[in-house]
């Protein structure tokens, strides 16, 4: 079965820092996906950010980066000039590729910005 | 605003009681996808419906049961509520083809 796991329950950075979030996976197929999703106090999931098992290219999206490693099923991320607005629950997903559509979830990181 | 919509944001019933949660995704969106989300066991996936069609189950209870209607909307029926399924309930939809998952507001029920 796969799993996803973050070993970080809680991170804090100062504004304007730059902080990386940590996420190991679990999985027997090479066709798969992942994904941050950041859950603010509003409780809304929100996508953050994706990335393709095929792709050798980390993938960005403005101050957001991740940097996969796939022979070490690693996907942590990368947050550049932190912003009190990025204060949640950062947490990592995992898709297979094919077949059952299903998101499995880590267990969240709690992001504090302090400014 | 993820154009998912779940209705009521609030629910708050008793053990035994009968509720049901509705969503609508976002308007093309052929997949929609049930999640729980509560403190113990975190997000985990109930139950995902494609064009009407059950597609497939997780950890879903017995007790709980959904459909997809023909305009795509869905709703989850919880029955004989315990405590233990006071929880956020997320609705997410995709496109036929597409990876992304996007998540309404959630519910949030409460079993007293």
């Known amino acids: 079965a796969q799993t996803v796991t973050q070993s970080q329950p809680e991170m804090s950075v100062q504004e304007a820092e730059t902080v990386t979030l940590s996420c190991t996976y679990d999985?027997?197929?090479?066709?798969?996906?992942l994904f941050w999703y950041k859950q603010p106090p509003s409780r809304q999931m929100i996508l953050v950010i994706r990335?393709?098992?095929?792709?050798?290219q980390n993938a960005t999206e403005n101050r957001f980066s991740v940097n996969f490693q796939k022979a070490a099923k690693s996907f942590s991320l990368k947050i550049s000039d932190s912003q009190l607005g990025d204060a949640a629950m950062y947490f990592c997903a995992y898709k297979v590729g094919q077949g059952a559509q299903k998101l499995v979830f880590g267990q969240g990181t709690r992001l504090t910005i302090n400014p | 605003d993820s154009g998912v919509t779940q209705t009521p944001k609030h629910l708050i019933t008793a053990t035994g009681q009968r509720v049901t949660l509705r969503c609508s995704p976002r308007?093309?969106?052929?997949?929609v996808y049930w999640y729980q989300q509560s403190l113990d066991q975190g997000l985990q996936f109930l139950i995902h419906y494609y064009n009407g069609e059950e597609r497939a189950k997780g950890n879903i209870l017995e007790r709980f049961s959904a459909q997809q209607f023909p305009d795509l909307h869905s709703e989850l029926n919880l029955s004989s509520l315990e405590l233990g399924d006071s929880a956020l309930y997320f609705c997410?939809?995709?496109?036929?083809?597409?990876?992304?998952?996007?998540f309404g507001p959630g519910t949030r029920l409460t079993v007293t």
């Open positions: 308007s093309g969106d052929l997949s």
């Open positions: 990335q393709e098992a095929y792709k050798q």
């Open positions: 999985t027997s197929e090479s066709d798969y996906y």
């Open positions: 997410a939809s995709s496109a036929g083809i597409s990876y992304e998952q996007y």
